[in-house]
């Protein structure tokens, strides 16, 4: 049988005082004596006495809550994202309520669902890989909690976001392969919706064309960007007439799936085909050979977007013009990719 929670209202009952008198004692109010308060306090420990913070929130209209969606927590990336996220919310004096929505739109939309029934205070998004369209984020719109989004947003819907520059990601990991002789340059692609995927192809296209490099669609595979995707489109590339020198990974995970497919077939990374990622992870520093990455500066985008989201707490949202802020990416260079001495 479920034990009965203690209120305010036992309490009160209890040392016969009214009821707003023992809730302004367990607040802290300066009208309340010490030795009333003390009384309060006693009883409340004796009866395990917990707040009620979300009927507080309604009360309020606040909560010092912020709700954050991810796709996910594995990984090195949103971990530092919601470290980041964590540490200078937490010295504004909010808490953070997490959910994942697990790379699923559906579950993304039960996400703000439950955020906005937690009376959060503004709400933090990274969409899944499957959400195409903004319709769940108009209700938190209608109801005038800030929203920030951060890393991934939908392409051509105009928000206030913190995002990395991924085109110059891009751009620079191609570069630098291309400065290391390569010039048969594959790409595995994500999702074209999402911005990052979006500006990473695009960099990688400028940069081929800067370099008077000829594109060739058919070095070009798009995927989920996972392990098993990686180690997919490698094997395919690899059953080409010509195979490529180089390959420009979106994502870290796919790029260890292609270099998993790469060692099966006894061919040298970089010497025979030279290999690049994205995000940085962890495990990029423990894989043989270390893979070059891009690092997106996690916690840093995560404090801004919580600095950006504070700020429109602060304000009107529906008064606001949508704000951006634009992170710059640095090129990790590790062996899998330097081919010659730099």
């Not at 010490?34 to 409340?44: D, F, I, M, P």
């Not at 994202?81 to 929505?101: D, F, H, R, T, W």
């Amino acid at each position: 049988m479920a034990t009965k929670r203690t209120s305010i209202s036992d309490i009160a009952k209890e040392l016969n005082l009214a009821v707003s008198t023992v809730s302004r004692a367990l607040s802290g109010h300066s009208r309340i004596s010490e030795a009333t308060s003390k009384r309060v306090w006693k009883l409340a420990e004796k009866l395990n006495y917990q707040p009620n913070h979300l009927a507080a929130a309604l009360r309020k209209g606040r909560s010092n809550t912020l709700g954050v969606i991810v796709p996910h927590i594995d990984g090195h990336f949103f971990a530092l994202v919601i470290k980041g996220v964590e540490a200078v919310a937490n010295k504004a004096g909010y808490n953070v309520m997490l959910c994942q929505s697990n790379e699923d739109y559906v579950h993304e939309q039960k996400n703000i669902e439950t955020l906005m029934n937690a009376q959060v205070d503004g709400v933090l998004v990274s969409l899944a890989r499957t959400t195409h369209d903004f319709k769940h984020f108009e209700k938190v719109r209608k109801r005038d909690i800030p929203l920030v989004f951060f890393d991934r947003i939908l392409d051509g819907v105009n928000v206030s976001a913190v995002v990395l520059d991924d085109y110059q990601g891009g751009y620079q990991s191609v570069q630098h392969l291309l400065e290391q002789g390569c010039r048969r340059i594959a790409h595995f692609g994500g999702p074209q919706h999402l911005n990052i995927y979006k500006n990473r192809y695009a960099g990688y296209c400028q940069a081929l064309h800067d370099h008077g490099v000829p594109f060739d669609q058919e070095l070009v595979v798009f995927g989920d960007m996972t392990l098993a995707d990686g180690m997919r489109s490698m094997t395919e590339l690899l059953q080409l007439p010509q195979r490529p020198d180089a390959v420009f990974s979106a994502s870290d995970f796919s790029a260890v799936g292609a270099l998993q497919v790469l060692k099966q077939h006894q061919l040298r990374i970089p010497q025979d085909i030279a290999l690049t990622g994205f995000s940085n992870e962890t495990f990029a520093s423990f894989t043989e050979p270390m893979l070059t990455s891009v690092d997106q500066r996690c916690e840093e985008m995560g404090g801004a977007a919580v600095r950006l989201l504070l700020e429109m707490v602060q304000e009107r949202p529906t008064q606001l013009s949508p704000r951006k802020i634009l992170l710059q990416p640095q090129l990790v260079v590790r062996e899998s990719s330097r081919c010659r001495q730099e």
